[in-house]
């Protein structure tokens, strides 16, 4: 049983299109995080929301946090095809200070 | 500064073989993590260590699953005998004191069993 739970799993648009995929749980996290993973590599951190409600921006990316700290949302804007990844979020436990990991969503932005 | 180190980046060998995995971290980065990702999934922790201690192993397979870091440094991932199922990206990653939730990634090893 997958304990985060990513929407959708495959994701495929257009260069200029706006997208906003989903990681939801029903369990409380301390704070969650999103990754993105290029093929070949390992997963690069983007993000770490803490606060329930919290709203952050990384150029036309827009992290929120659920305000009940069980779900968040990416949205991106005017994708590019550099956009193009699998984003992973993962949520913390501050009790034994392990990840739990989202089976992620697969990006690919067409030109 | 020089980001998480692996080599090999990709193994393939026979079932029953043995393999090993090696990881340098980011230079002060007490805490050492390695990682299994199977294809369309998230990494799973195999075992965390502070230093040299191994914190967390209670997702490694100890039958045939073995890891040290043993000066708190470099650390190395072994399987012996490997199995069809291990097929997999093995991901380390490091994180600085105080903040385990700020983890970077190596490269990945990519391991195939025939």
């Known amino acids: 049983t997958q304990l985060l739970e990513q929407s959708p799993q495959f994701l495929s648009i257009q260069e200029g299109e706006n997208l906003t995929v989903y990681c939801n749980s029903s369990s409380v996290f301390s704070s969650l995080q999103w990754y993105r993973q290029e093929p070949g590599e390992g997963p690069v951190l983007l993000v770490t929301?803490?606060?329930g409600g919290e709203v952050k921006k990384l150029k036309r990316l827009t992290f929120q946090f659920g305000d009940a700290r069980k779900d968040s949302s990416l949205h991106i804007t005017a994708a590019q095809t550099g956009d193009t990844g699998l984003y992973l979020c993962?949520?913390?436990?501050?009790?034994?200070?392990?990840?739990?990991w989202g089976a992620g969503t697969k990006l690919i932005i067409k030109p | 500064e020089a980001g998480v180190v692996q080599s090999p980046r990709y193994k393939i060998i026979e079932k029953k073989q043995p393999v090993a995995f090696w990881c340098n971290p980011i230079s002060g980065h007490n805490t050492l993590y390695w990682y299994r990702q199977n294809l369309g999934q998230g990494p799973e922790l195999l075992i965390r260590?502070?230093?040299?201690?191994?914190?967390?192993d209670s997702q490694l397979p100890k039958d045939r699953f073995s890891a040290e870091r043993l000066k708190g440094v470099d650390s190395t991932l072994k399987i012996q005998p490997a199995e069809l199922g291990d097929s997999a990206v093995y991901l380390c990653a490091s994180s600085p004191s105080g903040n385990p939730y700020e983890q970077y990634f190596g490269p990945g090893t990519r391991l195939t069993v025939t």
């Open positions: 260590y502070e230093n040299e201690e191994a914190v967390d």
């Open positions: 929301v803490v606060t």
């Open positions: 993962a949520g913390a436990r501050s009790s034994n200070y392990q990840l739990i």
